[in-house]
């Protein structure tokens, strides 16, 4: 039997033999598409164990694992597209807190979701982990409340 292949409005990336990388931070190529489930809310995580970035003042590399989870609306993130995009960083020089913040805001700007949070937990360096988190529920919704709840009883904020 064979397959046909779906096209999928907004996906370009996944399926594409002549995969780029980049080697600067670029969120242009994260890519989106539609939720086919907006009936109900629940929970899509990604998890990028090797996540590297670039300290802004000694150029030294960090390595991190990055976490990622979402309650979509419309929009969803490609996965393979949130990779490429992930992989950009790595010669990208930003503190710890500024990464994850800057992934938060991206694939907030991208998909528009109810709900979502970033945790970024970096490897020790000079004998220090760093493990910043940022969270955002749409404001005027239960998911406002959502994230009060998650950012005040994180496992980072205690």
Request: net charge neutral.
């Amino acid at each position: 039997m064979r397959r046909t292949k779906k096209t999928v409005p907004g996906v370009t990336r996944l399926g594409s033999q002549g995969t780029v990388y980049a080697d600067q931070y670029d969120p242009s190529v994260l890519e989106a598409f539609a939720n086919q489930h907006r009936d109900r809310d629940y929970w899509v995580t990604f998890t990028c164990p090797e996540f590297t970035s670039l300290c802004p003042v000694t150029g030294q590399p960090d390595f991190g694992t990055i976490i990622i989870r979402y309650v979509p609306d419309q929009r969803m993130v490609e996965s393979k597209s949130l990779k490429l995009y992930l992989f950009s960083f790595r010669n990208h020089g930003d503190f710890h807190e500024d990464c994850v913040n800057v992934i938060l805001n991206d694939l907030k700007a991208l998909m528009d979701p109810k709900y979502i949070e970033v945790w970024g937990r970096f490897a020790p360096r000079g004998g220090i982990a760093i493990e910043p988190y940022v969270n955002f529920g749409r404001p005027d919704s239960a998911f406002a409340a959502l994230a009060e709840t998650r950012f005040a009883t994180h496992p980072a904020a205690r």
